[in-house]
């Protein structure tokens, strides 16, 4: 069997990972998102007019897939239901179980992985907030999109509000469509199963799992071209800010530590100076405490074999012989 060197780090590691604090972490942000979907819906005729310049400008450079991807869910159910059923719920369980799977196998590797998620929605938060964007199902119809949700909403729990189970549509922002992160974070997902899967089939998933929630969020008429660029985009930043963020987290609470070890050990002092025996032994030795070695201490007559013995006079020399007959 072979060990590698790697599992005692991981396992040493692994302790320093608290449930209890990452679990509240990422349900804060989780409700974050969820709650500025909810309470920034903008102004509706902005969104349409949003939505509708980001086709524009897709149509001028011939970058509009999203229109032939939603014609071919439309008149296709075998494409159009599986879309419906990913968009509506893989979003919401592949990234916990690929957080999960890092937390349990990969932890060195976990903390930089969940701030950089992290991060990156909280810039998607930001976007909400600053560009509210109608998706294409709700551009007038002129524009051509079908709202393959509502189409085959009878296949599934969703209703006509995108996602959203029946009767719920008021829980939710319609005109939250930029950037997506629907790709966003199955991008993320690739990333950590390509470069941490160790089998070629994980790898694979990790490819094919971003391509085709690309694939799903346009032909479901939920997303634009521009909104799955602008996901990976914000995906970009939030790696590129996550070290930094974790080195500004670390050396906060350093300082933390070393602030409370300063206190913490003015007190210990103060402790120990006032404790009894410290005080008669610094009074004994004239204010030095001073703790006398084992050699000092001499040895009872007929003390027995191994207790108190100096280590070197159970040896038996002949220095220790001498000594102890000179002094009987």
């Known amino acids: 069997m072979t060990i590698t060197a790697t599992a ?3 396992a040493a590691y692994r302790g320093k990972l608290r449930w209890w604090t990452e679990l509240p972490l990422i349900a804060v942000v989780y409700a974050l998102y969820s709650g500025a979907r909810l309470l920034v819906r903008g102004d509706v005729d902005d969104a349409v007019e949003h939505g509708a310049d980001i086709l ?3 149509q001028l450079t011939h970058l509009d897939p999203e229109r032939w991807f939603n ?5 296709h159910a075998f494409l159009g239901v599986p879309a419906d059923f990913a968009y509506a719920s893989l979003h919401y369980v592949v990234t916990p179980s690929i957080l999960v799977w890092l937390w349990l196998r990969r932890p060195t590797h976990y903390r930089t992985a969940r701030t950089w998620l992290l991060i990156s929605t ?3 938060l930001v976007g909400f907030t600053l560009v509210p964007t109608a998706p294409p199902r709700l551009l007038p119809g002129a524009h051509g999109f079908m709202d393959t949700m509502a189409q085959y909403g009878s296949y599934g729990w969703w209703g006509t509000d995108a996602s959203a189970p029946r009767g719920m549509g008021h829980l939710t922002n319609q005109y939250a469509a930029m950037p997506s992160l629907h790709v966003g974070w199955s991008l993320w997902c690739g990333i950590m199963l390509f470069r941490y899967g160790r089998n070629w089939f994980v790898r694979t998933l990790g490819v094919i799992y971003p391509l085709m929630t690309a694939l799903v969020v346009m032909g479901t008429a939920n997303h634009y071209l521009m909104d799955a660029a ?3 985009a914000t995906m970009g930043i939030g790696f590129l800010l996550a070290r930094p963020a974790l080195r500004i987290v670390d050396n906060l609470q350093a300082r933390v530590r070393r602030r409370l070890g300063r206190e913490s050990g003015g007190e210990a002092v103060v402790a120990i100076s006032m404790a009894p025996g410290h005080r008669d032994a610094a009074t004994a030795s004239g204010g030095a405490s001073k703790v006398p ?3 000092s201490v001499p040895v009872p007559r007929g003390a027995p074999d191994g207790a108190d013995r100096d280590p070197d006079a159970a040896g038996g020399s002949g220095a ?3 000594e102890r007959s000179r002094m009987s």
């Open 320 to 322: 220790g012989r001498g």
């Open 71 to 75: 014609r071919l869910f439309t008149h």
């Open 8 to 10: 005692p780090r991981a």
């Open 293 to 295: 070695s084992p050699r």
């Open 230 to 232: 602008a996901g990976v």
């Open 122 to 124: 909280l810039i998607g």
């Open 56 to 58: 524009h400008f897709e």
